[in-house]
T-cell receptor, first 116, second 117 residues
Framework: AQTVTQSQPEMSVQEAETVTLSCTYD???????LFWYKQPPSRQMILVIR??????QNATENRFSVNFQKAAKSFSLKISDSQLGDTAMYFC?????????????FGTGTLLAVQP | GAVVSQHPSWVICKSGTSVKIECRSL??????MFWYRQFPKQSLMLMAT?????????EQGVEKDKFLINHASLTLSTLTVTSAHPEDSSFYIC?????????????FGDGTRLSIL
């Protein structure tokens, strides 16, 4: 079975500082995609960053970057220069490569609070 | 690009009524749409996957006669909660994907908060 684990239910960071959110997953697949989604209080799910498993280079998107360790099945999200607007629930998600019915498997989420 | 609109954003209705929620991809064609349910402070639970022109594929434990899904066009999918009861109260979120393959990311709507009295 494919699972995604986020071991940090809640985290807090001071504005302008850096925070890292953890995510591990379990799969027997070799090709897959990993995502981080953000859900602010408005409840809309927003794609933060995406990583293809076949790419060794870690994905970056402005202040957001990932540390993808395929052998360890780890996919952490680093947020640099944290802003108040980063306050949200963050979900790590996994989907196997290709296939019409492959679905996103979500972790349980990490609630991040950015403090002024 | 990749905007998904969900309507209504909030609905309150009496027990026993049916409620229809619409999910539209505004600036792209979505071959595949997904419906999720989310309880407070919990993750998203996939209810069903629908491909345009086909019957929806429901996850285990989701009653297909209770949650009717129609994906009649490449830009619109609807979820109808039939004979809704208080236990159906929840936050429902749809997402849309351009192609049938998981190579493409899912784009999410704003969600619908359903409250059954």
């Amino acid at each position: 079975a494919q699972t995604v684990t986020q071991s940090q239910p809640e985290m807090s960071v001071q504005e302008a500082e850096t925070v890292t959110l953890s995510c591990t997953y379990d799969t027997s697949e070799n090709n897959y995609y990993l995502f981080w989604y953000k859900q602010p209080p408005s409840r809309q799910m927003i794609l933060v960053i995406r990583q293809e498993a076949y790419k060794q280079q870690n994905a970056t998107e402005n202040r957001f970057s990932v540390n993808f360790q395929k052998a360890a099945k780890s996919f952490s999200l680093k947020i640099s220069d944290s802003q108040l607007g980063d306050t949200a629930m963050y979900f790590c998600a996994f989907t196997p490569y290709g296939g019409a019915t492959n679905k996103l498997i979500f972790g349980t989420g990490t609630l991040l609070a950015v403090q002024p | 690009g990749a905007v998904v609109s969900q309507h209504p954003s909030w609905v309150i209705c009496k027990s026993g009524t049916s409620v229809k929620i619409e999910c539209r991809s505004l600036d792209f064609q979505a071959t595949t749409m997904f419906w999720y349910r989310q309880f407070p402070k919990q993750s998203l639970m996939l209810m069903a996957t629908s491909n345009e022109g086909s019957k929806a594929t429901y996850e285990q434990g989701v009653e297909k006669d209770k949650f009717l899904i129609n994906h009649a066009s490449l830009t619109l999918s609807t979820l109808t909660v039939t004979s809704a009861h208080p236990e159906d109260s929840s936050f429902y979120i749809c997402s849309a994907r351009r192609t049938a393959s998981s190579n493409q990311p899912q784009h999410f709507g704003d969600g619908t908060r359903l409250s059954i009295l």
